[in-house]
């Protein structure tokens, strides 16, 4: 069992940056594959950005050269920068941990504002 715990969302203007974080329970941190995806309102659970344990990343074209995803091992986080929001971009942002089964965050909210 792994429990994760996202913080850092908020209310933003547009171009500007947010930097998400998500802490994850146990000491099992280094075998999971970590992804950070987001849902808007009436729409369907997308992903944005998965790093592997190994380190290898894949982002959503939507994202891409904006957002930036990394783990911390030795804290047990990974995290999503974001930069050059857009009110696109807003939505409830989740981490999922995947190892045998997933593993999902209660979620943060980001809102960028026009």
């Known amino acids: 069992q792994v429990q994760l715990v996202e913080s850092g969302g908020g209310l933003v203007q547009a171009g500007g940056s947010l930097r998400l974080s998500c802490a994850a329970s146990g000491s099992m941190f280094r075998i999971f594959d970590m992804g950070w995806y987001r849902q808007a309102p009436g729409k369907q659970r997308e992903l944005v950005a998965t790093i592997t344990r190994g380190g290898s990343t894949n982002y959503a074209d939507s994202v891409k050269g904006r957002f930036t995803i990394s783990r911390d091992s030795a804290k047990n986080t990974v995290y999503l920068q974001m930069n050059g929001l857009e009110p696109e971009d807003t939505a409830v942002y989740y981490c999922?941990?995947?190892?045998?089964?997933?593993?999902w965050g209660q979620g943060t909210q980001v809102t960028v504002s026009s």
């Open positions: 999922k941990a995947s190892f045998r089964r997933d593993y």
